[in-house]
């Protein structure tokens, strides 16, 4: 299975946020949407980082108000690692468990066209299990 069939099946909106907002901003749209990161983007709408719950909360053993005022892109995550529509699910679960990390942003053409988590990936691989196991089944029923 690859990305655009996670991509068919969730749906391809990403929240974004700009670089130069404030931190309390991210903090926003993460609550409001119940999700674990979010898309920085710069003033042309590219990509300029991600910012996941983690990046926040390694910021936060300062002043809280201070940091939530600060702007985005002084906790995101510059360095992007992202990935196409054609990547497999078995090699987005090798780049998140190399790198330790839980969002992949989606590109096509340096466009942002989605982004897939660890919850998104652990899914389908569950359901790749269970289709394998029903063919078996079906098999050996035969």
């Given at each position: 299975m690859q990305v655009e069939h996670i991509l068919q099946s969730k749906g391809r909106t990403v929240h974004t946020v700009e670089a130069g907002a404030p931190l309390s901003e991210a903090v926003r749209v993460l609550n409001?949407?119940?999700i674990g990161a979010v898309v920085?983007?710069?003033?042309?709408?590219?990509?300029?980082?991600?910012?996941?719950e983690?990046?926040?909360?390694?910021?936060?053993?300062?002043?809280?108000?201070?940091?939530?005022a600060s702007p985005v892109r002084s906790a995101m995550?510059?360095?992007?690692?992202s990935t196409g529509t054609g990547a497999s699910v078995?090699?987005?679960?090798?780049?998140?468990?190399?790198?330790?990390i839980?969002?992949?942003?989606?590109?096509?053409n340096g466009n942002l066209v989605g982004i897939v988590s660890i919850g998104d990936?652990?899914?389908?691989?569950?359901?790749?299990a269970e289709q394998e196991a029903m063919a078996l089944k079906e098999y050996i029923a035969s």
């Open positions: 409001s949407h119940k920085v983007v710069d003033a042309k709408g590219k990509v300029a980082g991600i910012l996941s983690r990046d926040i909360v390694r910021h936060l053993d300062g002043d809280p108000v201070k940091v939530l995550t510059a360095k992007v690692i078995s090699e987005l679960m090798e780049v998140m468990t190399r790198h330790r839980r969002h992949i942003p989606v590109l096509d990936v652990v899914k389908r691989k569950i359901e790749e």
